[in-house]
């Protein structure tokens, strides 16, 4: 009961990156320009898709959903974050906040990787079978996979979350990170975690290997279909739709594999704290820029959306 009292009352504190203020200002106001970027943008290509009747397809209804999800991923994260850089690490967390931003990142994470694999599956279905993909991609199956990707991000979060908060935790209460990430916090634990970082490892790996699996079965289709295509208009427009999505996934199964994949003897904190910079605040800046820019459809929707304006 007295361990348990204790733990109950344990608040967190997040490392500075710097001792030097100067320093923790200039982090803050990139930490602040990065975070406003990506609500900017993905709220855009959200608001362009709702909007536009022409864009009223499953392709975008998707990446308007990734758009939502990038908003509500880097706000778990982002405000906790910036409160932290400007008190110097002083801005404490309860254990119920820690584990609830931790809930919610994992959720939208787990998510946000399906949806990834979905869209993938998505392209697949337009380029290989085109006389054919109204059919296949109805409506109440495009949502029906939206809704599976946050039903398993949930069902993965949840018992995840419980276990590690379930730890007695009564060493050091600063966490090596800028939020309440699951390798990080579990080092903090004074209890053997070693049941815990295989059961983190195991379910990782199930939800980085599979959707990633799936991703490039598609894409070796999909670079068969497009090898046969006569036109080099129809080259390029295939091309460009799918090298679009080829570099988000690069980038988010690129950073989230090195931090939750990599062997625990060899994970490092610093260098963990500088790649969740980058699928946290990097990747939901870049995601609504490389779709517009690369997409014809989404870059004319956008142009007609700001001459409204």
């Known amino acids: ?41 993905n709220t855009t290509i959200a608001a362009v898709v709702r909007t536009n009747p022409c864009l009223h397809v499953p392709m975008y209804f998707f990446l308007a959903n990734l758009a939502v999800l990038e908003i509500f991923y880097t706000s778990s994260i982002a405000p906790l974050a910036l409160a932290n850089l400007l008190s110097m690490g002083k801005s404490p967390v309860s254990l119920a906040g820690c584990g609830t931003q931790m809930f919610f990142f994992v959720f939208l ?12 599956y998505d392209r697949l279905v337009a380029i290989c079978q085109p006389l054919r993909y109204a059919l296949l991609m109805r409506w109440r199956l495009c949502v029906e996979l939206v809704a599976g990707s946050l039903v398993l991000g949930f069902l993965l979060s949840l018992p995840l979350t419980i276990s590690i908060f379930q730890l ?24 053997d975690t070693h049941v815990h970082q295989t059961v983190l490892y195991i379910v990782s790996f199930i939800v980085l290997s599979i959707p990633l699996v799936l991703i490039s079965i598609s ?25 679009s999505h080829a570099l988000v996934v690069l980038m988010q199964y690129g950073c989230t594999s090195f931090i939750y994949l990599s062997p625990n003897s060899s994970y490092s904190p610093e260098m963990g704290r500088i790649v969740s910079v980058v699928y946290t605040f990097i990747t939901p800046i870049l995601n609504p820029f490389i779709y517009s820019v690369r997409n014809k459809e989404l870059r004319d929707a956008l142009k007609k959306a700001l001459r409204k304006l």
């Open 1 to 41: 009961m007295e361990e348990v009292n204790r733990t109950a009352k344990i608040q967190f504190f997040f490392r500075p990156f710097s001792s030097d203020p100067e320093v923790q200002m200039v982090i803050f106001v990139a930490f602040l320009v990065m975070y406003l970027t990506a609500l900017s943008g």
């Open 109 to 120: 994470g787990v998510a946000d990787c399906v949806l990834l694999a979905v869209m993938a």
């Open 168 to 191: 007695p935790f009564c060493r050091s209460n600063e966490i090596y990170h800028f939020y309440c990430d699951m390798p990080a916090v579990m080092r903090l634990a004074c209890a």
């Open 219 to 243: 894409y070796g289709f999909i670079v068969v279909a497009v090898s046969q295509i006569r036109s080099a208009e129809g080259r390029r427009r295939a091309g460009s739709t799918c090298s």
